[in-house]
């Protein structure tokens, strides 16, 4: 087979940029495509163990945050204190995105600005790949490809067609010179997390700091809900409404993985194409990451083999790891994000000690917290009785 490369990877976002360079450092020729300029709306907060399975620098992190406030209906709220077992690193992907795509440059990868058009398959089983770029159309051939190119994949349409697509939520945030001073209202070292029906009536608003900058925003199914509004009440909550706006951008976020990564040819998914935002927290950075650099091992496994079923390890892995805690976030946002007196006891539930401590030993090191079944137990017990309307013991 005569190709241009050995994998073209479409999208050059967290996954994208992370399968680019894992794939270039195994010594294959590789071609990281990416649209100039594309900045996806992120609150750009990433868990310790983000930080340490892919190497990220300091210099990037904006912000060490070290709580949470969870802001409920009425206007309660809890803080929820992180403690000594680690931080949340804030990072701002308009530096975040290009510093991955030039370390996987760096590494040996490719880099090719333009807009994916389309896939052709070639009778040698190898693919073409189409891209618009700045001096016109241009073809590539590969042996395979990655779409690691968002939620709207052009390549997940492509190659599945345009009805194969995970549930989404739209998000909407504005970037914003945060204060220089902290306030009741606005504190650089913690996290907002607002459960109003008035703000999202089937998710969430944020206030996330990100040092000389912060991150105001929501997000919605809800045809018809104005994100932009609610955006403007969050800002003017956190004494933020006279704050200088740098940018606003606007996304879908996928809130599923999808059942199949692959095609069993040439092709598979990683980041937003393949749907691994997590349910409830809409967080995405950390399982982009991990699900680029599984489906470079898979292409990997794929490419020297010459066996194209390795390409589903990518996805069987990823669930395997991860497939239950999704599953669990995905039943807490169907019972508690359904209504303003559900998100009520959901922020109260969110003051009990165990609940606080299972919830961010889970979240930092990305895998659920087992040595403690008895506190798994109480948690269990204190969901059904806030469900319930009962009396706590």
Same mark, same amino acid.
């Given at each position: 087979?005569?190709? &241009?490369?050995? =994998?073209?990877?479409?999208?050059? #976002? /967290?996954? !994208?940029?992370?399968?680019?360079? *894992?794939?270039?450092?195994? $010594? ?95 009778? &040698?089983?190898? =693919?073409?790949?189409?891209?618009? #770029? /700045?001096? !016109?159309?241009?073809?590539?051939? *590969?042996?395979?490809?990655? $779409? ?105 976020? /996928? ?139």
């Amino acid at each position: 087979m005569t190709v &241009d490369h050995d =994998v073209i990877v479409v999208g050059g #976002g /967290p996954s !994208g940029a992370t399968a680019a360079q *894992a794939l270039a450092e195994a $010594g294959r020729d590789v071609l990281l495509l990416d649209r100039d300029g594309r900045i996806k709306p992120c609150g750009g907060a990433i868990p310790t163990r983000c930080i340490a399975d892919f190497d990220i620098p300091q210099s990037l992190l904006k912000a060490k945050i070290g709580a949470a406030r969870i802001v409920g209906p009425s206007g309660v709220h809890v803080d929820m204190e992180i403690g000594d077992i680690g931080y949340v690193g804030m990072v701002d992907r308009d530096e975040f995105d290009p510093w991955l795509r030039d370390r996987a440059e760096r590494a040996g990868a490719q880099r090719l600005t333009g807009v994916f058009k389309g896939l052709d398959r070639n009778t &040698d089983g190898t =693919v073409a790949a189409r891209f618009a #770029g /700045p001096e !016109g159309d241009v073809t590539k051939t *590969a042996r395979l490809v990655i $779409g690691a190119d968002g939620a709207n994949s052009a390549v997940r349409r492509a190659v599945f067609g345009p009805n194969k697509r995970p549930p989404y939520v739209f998000a909407y945030h504005e970037i914003i010179k945060a204060p220089e001073t902290n306030s009741e209202a606005y504190d650089s070292r913690r996290c907002d997390v607002i459960y109003q029906g008035e703000i999202s009536p089937d998710f969430y608003g944020w206030v996330f700091p990100h040092g000389s900058h912060a991150s105001v925003g929501c997000g919605s199914a809800v045809k018809g809900h104005s994100l932009r509004g609610a955006t403007e009440m969050l800002r003017k909550a956190a004494g933020l409404e006279d704050a200088e706006t740098v940018r606003e951008e606007g996304a879908p976020l /996928p809130l599923k993985p999808m059942r199949r990564w692959d095609d069993s040819r040439n092709v598979v998914l990683a980041g937003d194409a393949a749907g691994v935002v997590a349910p409830s927290s809409g967080e995405g950075i950390y399982y982009a990451m991990l699900s680029g650099q599984l489906c470079a091992e898979a292409a990997e496994a794929c490419l020297a083999t010459g066996t194209a079923r390795h390409l589903r390890t990518a996805r069987r892995r990823f669930m395997r790891e991860h497939g239950r805690v999704f599953m669990i976030l995905g039943w807490l946002q169907a019972i508690w994000y359904r209504s303003d007196k559900r998100r009520e006891q959901f922020v109260k539930m969110c003051a009990d000690a165990d609940v606080q401590r299972l919830t961010w030993e889970s979240y930092l090191n990305k895998r659920l917290v087992r040595r403690e079944p008895m506190a798994h137990m109480r948690v269990l017990v204190k969901d059904v009785q806030q469900l319930l309307g009962l009396p706590a013991r």
